[in-house]
């Protein structure tokens, strides 16, 4: 496990599927060491990866746009976020986030949904 000022991160794995789970606060202080956790996770190259903020307390823009960065760097590596409270699920479907990144309220939910979805594909230039 990770700890930075207020924020814990633990990296699972189930058969291909990475978790990265996160709790406590992701604001200014914390982005920096979430990006770089996000960043080496993406680096394993896992078929799947699963970003859980079930037990984020408070997360700024500064970490939705850490979302929006690991949307754009899985071209080949299935993704989805799980966000159920106010604190996370709020402001990702106030953004509109919800529209282009999959959401889910559970790890088992987002787990099923990623076997369902087809397989990502490299954007277009």
Known sequence: MNSSHGLRLLESYDGAVLVLSA?????????PHFAHRVNEVL????????????????????????????HHAT???????VADGPATARPLRLTGLHTVIAIYPSVAEARKGLRTAPPPSAEPP
Not at 23 to 31: E, N, Y
Not at 44 to 63: C, K, N, T, W, Y
Not at 75 to 81: E, K, M
């Open 75 to 81: 071209d080949t590596t299935a993704y989805a976020v």
């Open 43 to 70: 680096k394993q190259r896992p078929a799947a990866l699963i970003i859980d903020l079930s037990h984020v307390e408070f997360m700024s823009a500064v970490g939705i746009d850490v979302l929006v960065q690991a």
């Open 23 to 31: 709790s406590g606060v992701i604001d200014l202080a914390t982005t």
